[in-house]
């Protein structure tokens, strides 16, 4: 059996609790012996040995040459998986098998750790969608650029052509490490605390690729930043870094481990463990290690991180980690500050070199590869080398001398990316949804690029009334990509029922949020009974309850603050009753 068929268990304790009736599939307590269909597959043969075949076999024998298993299951470990056919209703989604579903045309996402590019490396992105991928490449909200409509056929000369240049699709997908976020503005910020840069290059270089990282119960998402505004959403990912300073110990990262939020959302915690710069690669293995071994691996939907931290504490994940993973424990460390800044880095901002960067927002994260050309153009021609799209679907341009901000400003207007975007365009974000992907029920990106114009036209002249960014997140299926949960208005997609037709629309959640400034606690939003928005409707609804919350709020009150305190005849955006209060 090969080293990543099964990877080794650490952990010389031998552990007393009892063992459960029914085994959750815990490598460290349950033995390796598979327990379902996924569990068999990657046994028999590790996701990263399906490169081989797709260079060997699937690509000179076409789609229908490829072995199901690889198809459904291996391929992902290669960033790819089948798009969905055109023409599938979302009504059908739940009925259909995935072949079913599937084109024989795939998404390939390419890995872009930190959201950290080259003009050059953007280049061959755009070259790649623009020759081989119908002109699409979408910048997602975890620092990724996406590609349709891409053959087999071509699958190894566009890795031959993003290797040439360092990138790779690696991991991008499956039951594995996957792109680490960073922070957009590591290494330039004036008020960076620590550039992370250096710690997340020492674990994608040791981890990366390592086949005893490469079965891991399901996905694993990392982040890590060292600047104030807290940018990388790090109460959602599995294990998360944040800056912090410690009274004695210096500068250093606060660790963060357990959040997710799909179908069953949990915020992450902090183990209240301080970790210097030199311990995170370290750190990082133990967690990841921790996951591996002891995570739940019978039942797919209990097969992330948050279940193993909610059923352990936070307190026993610390002891495992230290006792029976690091070289030895870490010392007691100090909470992130409040959040300064905006986490998303639209705008003009200096650098700590003197030059500036400059952050665009995309609509909703739908580009070309003909854009892409055309931004990497913008940017050399004003002296910069280096772009970085954010986990909210912005692109920053880097590196901009102070004389030629203004081009730059403009260049990107020109590009339909403006770096002062309205409120609207700025809070606005969409996941792929049905026009790609195999799991929605619902548009999205266009019915939210619809909506954000309509809002513009409707509610333009009320924006410093407003006063704030009010996030927007449209997702087609309940498993949260948009992060619907963690927004001002989030909006899941489902077949709803209105007027007693049922239709595509979506459920509603508000006064979600991650910690930002001004909100220094993350909450998940709530959901409003009974309300269901018609696909068509976003904007309707939208201007609705904007329109009411201006009305109702008090002094000062931001939106989410609102929204928890309002009754639901109020979050239906019901016009306010003359003389009446919420």
Same mark, same amino acid.
């Given at each position: 059996?090969?080293?990543?068929?099964?990877?080794?268990?650490?952990?010389?304790?031998?552990?007393?609790?009892?063992?459960?009736?029914?085994?959750?599939?815990?490598?460290? +307590?349950?033995?390796?012996?598979?327990?379902?269909?996924?569990?068999?597959?990657?046994?028999?043969?590790?996701?990263?040995?399906?490169?081989?075949?797709?260079?060997? &076999?699937?690509?000179?024998?076409? =789609?229908?040459? &490829?072995?199901?298993?690889?198809?459904?299951?291996?391929?992902?470990?290669?960033?790819?998986?089948?798009?969905?056919?055109?023409? &599938?209703?979302?009504?059908?989604?739940?009925?259909?098998?995935?072949?079913?579903?599937?084109?024989?045309? =795939?998404?390939?996402?390419?890995?872009?750790?930190?959201?950290?590019?080259?003009?050059?490396?953007?280049?061959?992105?755009?070259?790649?969608?623009?020759?081989?991928?119908?002109?699409?490449?979408?910048?997602?909200?975890?620092?990724?650029?996406?590609?349709?409509?891409?053959?087999?056929?071509?699958? $190894?000369?566009?890795?031959?052509?993003?290797?040439?240049?360092?990138?790779?699709?690696?991991?991008?997908?499956?039951? +594995?490490?996957?792109? =680490?976020?960073?922070?957009?503005?590591?290494?330039?910020?004036?008020?960076?605390?620590?550039? $992370?840069?250096?710690?997340?290059?020492?674990?994608?270089?040791?981890?990366?690729?390592?086949?005893?990282?490469?079965?891991?119960?399901?996905?694993?998402?990392?982040?890590?930043?060292?600047?104030?505004?807290?940018?990388?959403?790090?109460?959602?990912?599995?294990?998360?870094?944040?800056?912090?300073?410690?009274?004695?110990?210096?500068?250093?990262?606060?660790?963060?481990?357990?959040?997710?939020?799909?179908?069953?959302?949990?915020?992450?915690?902090?183990?209240?463990?301080? +970790?210097?710069?030199?311990? +995170?690669?370290?750190?990082?293995?133990?967690?990841?290690?921790?996951?591996?071994?002891?995570?739940?691996?019978?039942?797919?939907?209990?097969?992330?991180?948050?279940?193993?931290?909610?059923?352990?504490?936070?307190?026993?994940?610390?002891?495992?980690?230290?006792?029976?993973?690091?070289?030895?424990?870490?010392?007691?460390?100090?909470?992130?500050?409040?959040?300064?800044?905006?986490?998303?880095?639209?705008?003009?901002?200096?650098?700590?070199?003197?030059?500036?960067?400059?952050?665009?927002?995309?609509?909703?994260?739908?580009?070309?590869?003909?854009?892409?050309?055309?931004?990497?153009?913008?940017?050399?021609?004003?002296?910069?080398?280096?772009?970085?799209?954010?986990?909210?679907?912005?692109?920053?341009?880097?590196?901009?001398?102070?004389?030629?901000?203004?081009?730059?400003?403009?260049?990107?207007?020109?590009?339909?990316?403006?770096?002062?975007?309205?409120?609207?365009?700025?809070?606005?974000?969409?996941?792929?949804?049905?026009?790609?992907?195999?799991?929605?029920?619902?548009?999205?990106?266009?019915?939210?690029?619809?909506?954000?114009?309509?809002?513009?036209?409707?509610?333009?002249?009320?924006?410093?009334?407003?006063?704030?960014?009010?996030?927007?997140?449209?997702?087609?299926?309940?498993?949260?990509?948009?992060?619907?949960?963690?927004?001002?208005?989030?909006?899941?997609?489902?077949?709803?029922?209105?007027?007693?037709?049922?239709?595509?629309?979506?459920?509603?959640?508000?006064?979600?949020?991650?910690?930002?400034?001004?909100?220094?606690?993350?909450?998940?939003?709530?959901?409003?009974?009974?309300?269901?928005?018609?696909?068509?409707? &976003?904007?309707?609804?939208?201007?609705?309850?904007?329109?009411?919350?201006?009305?109702?709020?008090?002094?000062?009150?931001?939106?989410?603050?609102?929204?928890?305190?309002?009754?639901?005849?109020?979050?239906?955006?019901?016009?306010?009753?003359?003389?009446?209060?919420?």
């Amino acid at each position: 059996m090969t080293v990543e068929q099964q990877a080794p268990v650490r952990g010389a304790r031998t552990r007393t609790a009892r063992t459960p009736s029914k085994p959750h599939g815990q490598w460290a +307590v349950d033995g390796t012996a598979p327990l379902n269909a996924n569990e068999e597959f990657k046994l028999a043969d590790g996701g990263l040995n399906v490169r081989e075949r797709i260079e060997t &076999i699937y690509a000179k024998g076409g =789609f229908a040459s &490829i072995d199901p298993t690889d198809l459904h299951g291996r391929f992902r470990w290669w960033g790819l998986y089948t798009q969905r056919k055109p023409g &599938i209703g979302g009504g059908r989604t739940a009925q259909l098998e995935p072949h079913e579903l599937e084109d024989e045309y =795939f998404m390939l996402r390419v890995r872009i750790d930190g959201g950290q590019l080259t003009t050059e490396q953007l280049r061959v992105i755009a070259g790649i969608s623009t020759e081989f991928g119908r002109d699409i490449a979408d910048i997602t909200d975890r620092q990724n650029v996406q590609l349709h409509w891409i053959r087999i056929e071509d699958v $190894p000369e566009i890795w031959r052509r993003l290797e040439a240049v360092g990138l790779h699709t690696t991991e991008a997908c499956g039951d +594995v490490p996957r792109t =680490f976020l960073g922070s957009a503005v590591a290494g330039i910020a004036e008020d960076e605390l620590i550039d $992370p840069t250096p710690q997340l290059r020492e674990i994608i270089e040791r981890y990366i690729g390592d086949p005893s990282y490469a079965n891991l119960p399901r996905k694993y998402k990392t982040a890590i930043t060292g600047h104030p505004s807290l940018d990388v959403v790090h109460e959602i990912n599995d294990c998360s870094f944040v800056a912090v300073e410690h009274p004695e110990l210096g500068v250093g990262y606060d660790l963060w481990v357990g959040g997710a939020l799909a179908t069953v959302p949990r915020l992450g915690e902090r183990l209240g463990a301080f +970790v210097t710069p030199d311990r +995170v690669a370290e750190v990082w293995e133990g967690v990841t290690a921790v996951f591996r071994d002891y995570g739940y691996r019978r039942l797919r939907n209990k097969a992330r991180m948050k279940f193993l931290l909610a059923d352990w504490g936070a307190e026993k994940l610390r002891e495992v980690l230290e006792t029976e993973y690091l070289s030895e424990p870490l010392p007691d460390g100090p909470a992130p500050a409040d959040p300064v800044g905006s986490p998303d880095h639209v705008g003009v901002h200096r650098q700590k070199d003197g030059r500036f960067y400059i952050g665009a927002a995309t609509t909703v994260g739908r580009l070309s590869g003909t854009t892409l050309t055309r931004l990497a153009d913008l940017a050399e021609a004003n002296g910069s080398t280096r772009i970085r799209p954010t986990v909210f679907q912005k692109i920053l341009i880097l590196d901009i001398p102070e004389n030629r901000v203004q081009n730059v400003i403009a260049g990107l207007d020109d590009l339909g990316l403006p770096s002062r975007p309205s409120l609207f365009r700025r809070g606005t974000m969409a996941c792929t949804g049905i026009e790609f992907c195999k799991l929605a029920i619902v548009e999205t990106k266009v019915n939210a690029a619809n909506a954000i114009e309509q809002l513009e036209e409707r509610l333009g002249t009320l924006e410093h009334e407003i006063g704030q960014t009010i996030t927007l997140h449209v997702n087609g299926c309940p498993n949260s990509c948009a992060r619907i949960q963690t927004a001002d208005i989030g909006l899941k997609g489902q077949l709803v029922t209105i007027d007693g037709q049922q239709v595509p629309g979506y459920q509603v959640h508000l006064g979600g949020g991650l910690a930002t400034e001004g909100r220094p606690e993350a909450g998940l939003g709530r959901t409003v009974r009974g309300l269901k928005v018609p696909a068509d409707g &976003i904007a309707d609804y939208a201007e609705r309850v904007i329109r009411r919350y201006l009305a109702d709020r008090d002094s000062g009150e931001t939106f989410a603050h609102w929204a928890h305190r309002a009754d639901e005849e109020a979050l239906r955006g019901e016009p306010r009753a003359e003389g009446g209060a919420s």
